[in-house]
Structure formats: structure tokens, C-alpha cells
């Protein structure tokens, strides 16, 4: 079990202390994180910096004996990148998702 | 045994974005948990697609260490040279072939200590080379002996009460010898670190992009400073962004704050360029100037 997880409680959901006043037009891009299970050498790099908390350690191993990040909210990821720049293994990348049916937002 | 197979096919679905930028022969790196060198490749590939150089055209140069391990995986023209001697060895590569970007990643221990006077001299003739210090405060590879970066009462194997030798503040040492950009990031600043790196290559003359970097194996556990990820967070809490800064003010103590920032920007002339003004003033007309030793 992952003793080590951070466990300081962050907002999952961007809150706003006031509504922008373009929040119908901006439309938040989706992001599909791809995670290269095998390379991961549980730094936690990429759970701890998540600015959305996507991501969050597995409780099983990979073949190396360490527990990697997995998806614990699908749809939070804004593909912002900051865990494929920060993961020093290259073991995480992002990719935009393309969504049909206009901006969605959230607030 | 299910799980793993389903993770393996996972895997094969995409490759990551950095593939075509390493070695993956080499692959897995050797570089430990929590180190934030893997970071600094992933900096220095951004950087290099960012100011749009063709791959063709850039060479990286590394010295001995765990930072001299990035020649070896990343997958442009590189070499990985003897203790030290990263500087030499840039320097004539590029003054054979002037249009070749010369970029040296190496560690404190290899560029400071003993290449500490390669260093002092490619700064001084304004060589026009691209230098990234990747700085853990140790000598990590060989067991974490103390460095001329390690902090004053840091321990270290050859240091077991501290030390208690005067570190070097690399942004002054670079300042005082005439470097042409001067800047600074830790490697919990990706961003930052990449727009350096980007500015630090379109920089004519020496640059120098100092990055401080977590050991978690050696630095940070002979310190009792946890893991990496620690240190990252210690960054985090305890850097401060200072544009500018004057860089005698730039010493990094145990556990202090750090001044990160861009310090210095400035055009000097640089040695090709000083070499053909003053031919051409000796030799006038007679004086071709000079186009590198390679033929094309």
C-alpha cells in the first residue's frame, strides 16, 4: 500500500470567486493522459504538481516494483502538461482531446 | 499475470513525444528515483523544438557524472567526454564548425570543480557556446564527495561534520568572467527553465543556465532531507524570482533560499567575432574572415 501519497486535500474543481465574464465563450481543452506503466519509478512528481489532482498512485506494481499514477478523474485533465514535462522517466504524456459539441465549462 | 500483459499492450498504443528525442536503446536511464535530471532532458528537447534549430545542426557535449549521462540518451550529434573537459572539447567543435550550436550539459562537479578553469576561460573569450550546469550540490555519481557547490555545514561522504569550505556562487563566477546571459531555475520550474534554454541558444557568446537539481540518493538522504520530491517542495516554498538580481547576492547556503531568475543579458563581442575585428584591422584586405576548418 502507498504509505507516502500526499495527502494534502486540493480542489478538484477550478473554483472562480467570481464568474469571468467570458466563461460561455472559453472553452476548457480536455486532455487524454497516456501512461507509460512500465517506466514509472513512483516519484510522485506528477501526483503531487497536478494543478487539477488527475492523477493519483496505484496500488498495484509495475514490472520495476513501483506503484505508478493512474487516472482518478477522467474528465478533470485540462492538458496543461506540466506531468509530461515534470516526469523525469518520460513515462506520462498528454494529448489534446478533441470534443465535439462546443465549450463546456465549469463553475 | 493478466494485469501485466493488458499493461504491456497498454504501453504499445502510443509512443511518448520524446521517443524521437532519445536514445531508446539506452533506455531506461540510470538516473534514480526522484532525480530531477529526466526533467532537464525534457526542458532541453522543449527548448530545442521551441527555437525551431534543426536537430542536424546542434551537438551536445557532456563531461562525467550523473549530468554527463544526457549525452549518451539524447538523440542528436553528442559526445561524452573525459572529466571536466565537456568545455574544451565544445570549443573546438565549435570553432571547426561555427554553425554548429555547442551546447554542454554537465554537472557542477565536472563543469566548476575540475573543469572549473575550462570554465572561467570559455567565459572570459566569450565563446559562443550554450552551458547548462545542472547543479545537485554534490558529486553523486562517485558517493556524494563534497563539491565546490556543496553548501556551508551540508554533509557529504568526504564531509561527515559538514563542510566547511566556502561554496561557489556560479552565477558571479560566470558574471565576473564575462558570460554573455547568466540565469538561473530550479528543476521544479520547467517552464521558466525551457524559455531559458530557448534564450540561453539564441544568445550570441557564453550562456550559462544553472539549474538546480534534486539528489535524492546522496544529497538529500546524507542530509536527512527525504526524497526528491521533498526537495521539489522545498523549492517550491523557498525559491524566490528575482529578474536581474545582482549575482553577488546569488550564494546558495543549506537550506536557505534561492534566488532563481535571468541575472544577465549582455552583448560582448565573441571570440570569432573579436578574431575577425582584429585581423581585419592588422591584415586589412588581406584578412579573410574566418568560416570554420570544416570543408563544406
Not at chain 1, 47 to 71: A, I, T, W
Request: proline share 6%; with cysteine; aromatic share 8%.
Amino acid at each position: 500500500m502507498p504509505q507516502d501519497l500526499p495527502s494534502t486535500p486540493k480542489s478538484t474543481k477550478m473554483k472562480y470567486w467570481r464568474k469571468p465574464l467570458d466563461a460561455d465563450k472559453v472553452k476548457v481543452p480536455h486532455g487524454e493522459l497516456h501512461i507509460i506503466v512500465n517506466r514509472c519509478k513512483g516519484c510522485l512528481f506528477c501526483v503531487e504538481y497536478c494543478p487539477r489532482d488527475v492523477l493519483q498512485m496505484s496500488e498495484d506494481f509495475n514490472v520495476k516494483g513501483y506503484h505508478y499514477p493512474e487516472v482518478k478523474e477522467d474528465d478533470a485533465c485540462v492538458n496543461c502538461q506540466l506531468c509530461e514535462l515534470l516526469c523525469p522517466e518520460f513515462a506520462i504524456f498528454c494529448v489534446e482531446k478533441e470534443e465535439e459539441g462546443g465549450g463546456e465549462n465549469e463553475s | 499475470m493478466t494485469k501485466e500483459t493488458t499493461v504491456t499492450e497498454e504501453t504499445q498504443e502510443q509512443a511518448h513525444p520524446m521517443d524521437e528525442l532519445l536514445r531508446m536503446d539506452r533506455m531506461p536511464h540510470i538516473w534514480c528515483p526522484t532525480c530531477g535530471l529526466g526533467t532537464v532532458v525534457t526542458a532541453l528537447a522543449m527548448a530545442l523544438d521551441k527555437s525551431g534549430i534543426s536537430l542536424d545542426d546542434v551537438a551536445v557535449v557532456s563531461g562525467i557524472g550523473c549530468t554527463g549521462r544526457v549525452a549518451g540518451y539524447i538523440k542528436v550529434d553528442s559526445f561524452h567526454t573525459t572529466h571536466g573537459r565537456a568545455i574544451p572539447f565544445a570549443t573546438g567543435l565549435h570553432l571547426a564548425n561555427p554553425k554548429l550550436k555547442v551546447i554542454v550539459v554537465s554537472g557542477d562537479g565536472d563543469l566548476i570543480a575540475i573543469g572549473g578553469n575550462h570554465f572561467i576561460h570559455a567565459a572570459r573569450r566569450n565563446m559562443d557556446i550554450t552551458v547548462i550546469c545542472v547543479n545537485n550540490f554534490i558529486y553523486a555519481m562517485t558517493g556524494g564527495q563534497v563539491a565546490p557547490t556543496t553548501p556551508l555545514t551540508a554533509n557529504a561522504s568526504t564531509m561527515p561534520y559538514g563542510n566547511f569550505e566556502p561554496p561557489f556562487n556560479i552565477p558571479y563566477l560566470a558574471d565576473s568572467c564575462g558570460a554573455s546571459y547568466v540565469a538561473r531555475w530550479s528543476s521544479l520550474h520547467v517552464r521558466r527553465m525551457t524559455t531559458a534554454f530557448a534564450e540561453a541558444l539564441a544568445a550570441p557568446g557564453f550562456s550559462l543556465v544553472e539549474v538546480v537539481t534534486p539528489c535524492s540518493t546522496l544529497y538529500a538522504r546524507r542530509n536527512r532531507l527525504g526524497t526528491g520530491l521533498d526537495l521539489l517542495k522545498f523549492y517550491h516554498d523557498n525559491c524566490e524570482i528575482e529578474h536581474g538580481a545582482d549575482t553577488r547576492s546569488l550564494d546558495i547556503d543549506f537550506q536557505s533560499t534561492i534566488k532563481l531568475g535571468k541575472f544577465i543579458e549582455r552583448r560582448r563581442p565573441t571570440f570569432l567575432e573579436s578574431l575577425d575585428d582584429w585581423y581585419g584591422q592588422v591584415f586589412g584586405d588581406k584578412y579573410e574572415p574566418y568560416a570554420g576548418a570544416t570543408s563544406e
